[in-house]
């Protein structure tokens, strides 16, 4: 069963943390996305990557960083976490565009709190 | 920029019934559309993927239909059960440059028995 892992369900960080969310995808997909989600305001793209090494930003990347050094792994990193950096985080991967009907696989999501 | 929206924020119907949920856009057409489900607090979860040359697409109780002229998707859920209530959201991929998908917000549907 095709899997997208995330390192945390429930995260409690202190403003100034820097934060790391871990994501890992094990069906070889070339894609990958981390997402944030608020009430109201639906799903929104921090970044993404298509390949490795590489990255691209999203709709609202300010803040946050990312690294892919392996296919399979997708970090987000909170630089200097903030109050308002606090919401659901979503990772998901996907293969090449053309390649399958498939869409994208999300994981389970992290729910970061920054006090 | 590219708008998405779903019909409602919430859809309430009776157990049996069709449910069927509006995704409409504005500007250019994608490439293909998909539809999703997400529990709370759960991520979402690809159900459906319909490109622009096709019309229909049915999997199970699930069809969706993809109108280019009326830029709109419908997503209709047949029989409905309790079991189907969740958000369900749409999502539009563009093939120009590296756009990845845009979602709409989402629609809560609830079925009642």
């Known amino acids: 069963d095709v899997k997208v892992t995330q390192s945390s369900r429930y995260l409690v960080k202190r403003t100034g943390e820097k934060v790391f969310l871990e994501c890992v995808q094990d069906?070889?997909?070339?894609?990958m996305f981390w997402y944030r989600q608020d009430p109201g305001l639906g799903l929104r793209l921090i970044y993404f990557?298509?390949?490795?090494?590489?990255?691209e930003k999203g709709d609202i990347p300010e803040g946050y960083s990312v690294s892919r050094e392996k296919k399979e792994r997708f970090s987000l990193i909170l630089e200097s976490a903030s109050t308002n950096q606090t919401s659901m985080y979503l990772c998901?991967?996907?293969?090449?565009?053309?390649?399958?009907?498939?869409?994208?696989?999300f994981g389970p999501g992290t729910r970061l709190t920054v006090l | 920029s590219q708008k998405i929206e779903q019909n409602s924020e919430a859809l309430n119907i009776q157990e049996g019934k069709t449910a069927t949920l509006t995704c409409n856009y504005t500007?250019?057409?994608?490439?293909?559309l998909q539809w999703y489900r997400q529990d709370p607090g759960r991520g979402p979860v690809f159900l459906l993927l319909?490109?622009?040359?096709?019309k229909e697409k049915r999997k199970e109780r699930l069809k969706v239909t993809f109108d280019t002229t009326l830029k709109q998707s419908l997503f209709h859920i047949t029989a409905s059960q309790p079991a189907d209530s969740a958000t369900y959201l749409c999502?539009?991929?563009?093939?120009?440059?590296?756009?990845?998908?845009?979602f709409g917000k989402g629609t809560r549907l609830s079925v009642i028995a």
């Open positions: 998901a991967s996907s293969s090449l565009v053309g390649r399958s009907n498939d869409g994208q696989f």
């Open positions: 069906m070889d997909h070339e894609n």
């Open positions: 990557s298509y390949d490795v090494k590489m990255k």
């Open positions: 500007n250019y057409s994608p490439a293909y």
């Open positions: 319909i490109r622009e040359n096709e």
């Open positions: 999502a539009l991929y563009y093939l120009s440059g590296n756009t990845p998908l845009v």
